[in-house]
């Protein structure tokens, strides 16, 4: 037996989003449900036509998908929520959307993010009783790749440990019973496969990488047992990824053929453990070489000497070479990137480039490094010439993150001598009102962008359209009775893509899609060099909002840690190190503003908690850096200038002292979804500085009515300190109607002026 390649899933989406344009199609019924079933036949195929092309010897089935597949296994097994009048049977795609994306008479299931990616799935609602299995998809998938093209694949399904911590609903005490419903279903699918002759399935149990007790691994160990004895010749490899496991001991005892570990987030621990307790004869080891997150070419020769130097433990007979995780997480092909710097494309690796780099890696392996000489070479001399490039190589930038010091993330008084120094310039009245950002990006404020961006209106015309927007809801706050205003974000589509375009080492693709949710994808900016300040990027819209009145208007930036957060970022720098570039190119914004009359400054942070590691032991070092990247952005500004803050989670009460520690004079808070919960924490914890506790909740076309908000506050204010709580709505009104809007402001006024006559 000879080492073999494997890929652990494939992107759904399609090199052009044809995946995405087919759902949207289907739900807006201008497709039938043939047609439609037809169109996404066609992309399985030949998503496993290209990687049996690129002769990746294990090819994932099973993991294409019509939405999420954590939603598909949950319909699998029958678990449809009550609301959805589901009565047994195969669950029609109607109840399929209607549970991803809610309809006329019951809400969507809940979506949340997928570890710590920007995928998002659809959370299964936990139901007592009896379950059936209501399709074998994985068999179906199989036997259509089998049949089709000759591909005996690898069915793919989330594993059974995983599946029930993602799921909501139980109670502890109802896991034994959860999993004794679970294990049929999983035995079944397993039994079907094994008659079929499939040789190897992929259970994904990605939550054995977060912090799970000894305890639980018991329980994994008896799920494991019984799905081993119900189907013994089936060679299940039990897949981990994004970081390293936590009890690998009991994990490589557990009675599988095989175990996937990733060898790039978790190289170190997931190498160590290897190296102190080896690693069982019996088994295969699945090598998670190439990154499945990023976006750059690996180093082959690097890989190649790891893999060599794990093989003193593990044959290498005995490996599967694959990537880190599922390709799900990266865009599909950079062929189609034309207008990129061809230093920057040529240093690029996209899925199907990974597949390409997977071939090398594994003849490398067979056939020895001699035979893939020259393109080792090759790839060696790729990343030596972005390594050398010039914008990776700004000396200004890297002096100036080295002369940081502990003075450079400090303000120049604290809080308490800050707060008087700001009393005394803006004279706000109690419980001042504002929002947080943006206002409607309406229909006609995204043509007008689309016209200048081809070049069929000029750059006056443009900018004078964004100056009538400004000037239209400048009026409009001012006659709705807010404190402090906002321009309204008119000019940005994006609030990193903004910024990302007008610093420097930013680079943006053309077709460099993935999957955030559902039929939604995005196009993360690559930071591929330095990052920059070239000249100011928000100084001509604030001061011209600013102009148009003697209220304050805050400047709105985007904060260093979310700007990485939703970027693809070079893999040569700690990210630490890329936060701090872009803190210091904000920090140049903020000085910028500053000098030009606009101290309110409202520096957005709403990514800052989804970049915590999976591991509760890692967050520390996480945070530090996150909170000192906010800090130096902030730091030079003056003692009466007013740094804001906004987050849109609600999630508090776990990072309560990092929070405290951004040392903003006001934070904003995304919590009308869970008020109760998130007041409760203030009710431990003090939080002495300026807040505001979103009174409505934006995502929501419904205009909040005067007394719930009056209610809001009032249940705020006897846990928060009046002189220090302000009044907003919950997140920006970006996606909302105009008149809606309107409506709902006008009511926080009210609410806000019954709540200052109590005082
Ligand atoms: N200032 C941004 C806005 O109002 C904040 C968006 C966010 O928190 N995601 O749109
Ligand atoms: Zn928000």
Redesign the pocket.
């Known amino acids: 037996m000879s080492v073999l390649s494997s890929n652990l899933g494939y992107p759904r989406i399609g090199e052009d989003r044809e995946w995405k344009r087919a759902l949207e199609s289907f739900w807006a019924g201008e497709l039938t449900e043939e047609q439609f079933e037809f169109e996404m036949k066609q992309l399985r195929l030949r998503h496993i036509q290209k990687q049996k092309e690129k002769q990746v010897n294990l090819i994932p089935v099973g993991d294409f998908t019509y939405y999420d597949q954590v939603l598909d296994l949950a319909v699998m097994f029958g678990l449809v929520p009550e609301r959805f009048n589901y009565e047994g049977g195969p669950v029609s795609l109607e109840t399929y959307y209607a549970m991803a994306r809610g309809n006329q008479d019951a809400v969507a299931c809940e979506m949340t993010k997928w570890f710590n990616t920007n995928y998002h799935y659809i959370v299964p609602e936990y139901k007592s009783g009896n379950l059936n299995l209501t399709e074998n998809k994985p068999l179906k998938a199989y036997r259509e790749a089998r049949d089709e093209l000759g591909v005996r694949g690898k069915p793919v399904l989330i594993g059974p440990y995983t599946f029930l911590k993602l799921s909501k609903g139980y109670e502890s005490h109802q896991i034994p019973e959860f999993i004794l419903q679970l294990l049929p279903l999983y035995t079944q699918i397993l039994v079907e496969l094994e008659q079929e002759g499939v040789e190897w399935v992929q259970l994904d149990e990605p939550i054995l990488v977060t912090s799970i007790t000894e305890e639980e691994m018991k329980t994994v160990a008896y799920i494991y047992e019984q799905l081993h004895e119900a189907a013994p010749k089936l060679k299940k490899l039990l897949q981990t990824y994004f970081d390293s496991v936590s009890h690998y001991e009991q994990l490589v005892e557990l009675p599988v053929q095989g175990i996937g570990l990733d060898f790039v987030h978790g190289k170190e621990q997931n190498t160590q453990a290897i190296e102190t307790h080896g690693f069982p004869e019996d088994k295969v080891l699945g090598v998670g070489l190439i990154n499945g997150r990023n976006i750059w070419k690996s180093n082959l020769s690097e890989k190649l000497a790891f893999v060599e130097s794990i093989a003193k433990h593990v044959s290498v007979e005995q490996m599967i070479i694959q990537p880190s995780s599922s390709l799900l997480h990266v865009p599909v092909t950079v062929t189609n990137e034309d207008k990129l710097d061809s230093t920057l494309k040529q240093a690029l690796s996209f899925a199907d480039e990974k597949l390409d780099e997977l071939k090398l890696l594994v003849d490398g392996i067979r056939l020895g490094k001699e035979a893939i000489r020259a393109q080792l070479e090759e790839a060696e001399s790729i990343l030596e010439t972005i390594a050398q490039a010039p914008f990776r190589n700004r000396v200004a930038v890297h002096e100036a993150v080295k002369s940081l010091d502990e003075k450079s993330s400090k303000r120049q008084h604290p809080f308490s001598e800050r707060r008087v120094a700001q009393q005394e310039r803006w004279n706000l009245p109690s419980l001042p009102i504002t929002t947080?950002?943006?206002f409607p990006q309406t229909a006609e404020v995204r043509q007008a962008r689309q016209k200048w961006r081809k070049g069929e209106s000029t750059t006056e015309q443009y900018e004078q359209f964004i100056q009538n927007e400004i000037k239209k809801w400048i009026e409009i706050q001012e006659e709705i009775g807010i404190d402090v205003l906002v321009h309204g974000?008119f000019e940005r589509t994006d609030?990193v893509e903004f910024f990302g375009e007008k610093l420097g080492g930013f680079a943006f693709t053309s077709k460099a899609w993935v999957q955030s949710y559902g039929s939604r994808c995005v196009r993360p900016p690559v930071i591929y060099g330095d990052v920059e300040f070239i000249e100011p990027m928000t100084v001509k819209e604030s001061v011209y909002a600013q102009s148009l009145t003697d209220k304050p208007v805050k400047g709105?930036l985007t904060g260093p840690t979310t700007i990485l957060n939703w970027s693809f970022v070079r893999d040569d720098l700690p990210r630490s190190q890329v936060a701090f570039q872009i803190a210091l190119a904000l920090r140049k914004e903020v000085e910028a503003l500053e000098s030009n009359g606009i101290q309110m400054i409202?520096v957005?942070e709403?990514a800052l908690r989804e970049g915590l590691p999976l591991k509760r032991s890692e967050w520390d070092e996480y945070l530090e850096w996150a909170v000192q990247a906010f800090r130096i952005s902030t730091a030079s500004a003056q003692d009466q200038t007013q740094i804001h803050t906004?987050m849109?989670y609600s999630e508090f009460k776990d990072i309560i002292d990092s929070i405290k520690a951004l040392d903003a004079d006001v934070i904003s808070i995304?919590t009308s979804r869970s008020h109760g919960e998130l007041i409760s924490s203030f009710e431990e914890h003090t939080y002495d500085q300026g807040i505001g506790l979103g009174v409505y909740d934006i995502h929501s076309p419904r205009v909040p009515r005067v007394e719930e908000m009056t209610k809001m506050i009032d249940r705020a204010l006897r846990v928060l300190d009046p002189a220090l709580f302000w009044v907003n709505p919950d997140?920006?009104?970006?996606t909302r109607g105009i008149e809606e809007t309107v409506v709902s402001l006008k009511n926080m006024v009210e609410a806000t002026d019954v709540a200052r006559n109590k005082l």
């Open positions: 947080i950002g943006s974000e609030m709105m409202q957005d709403p906004h849109c995304e997140c920006g009104l970006k």
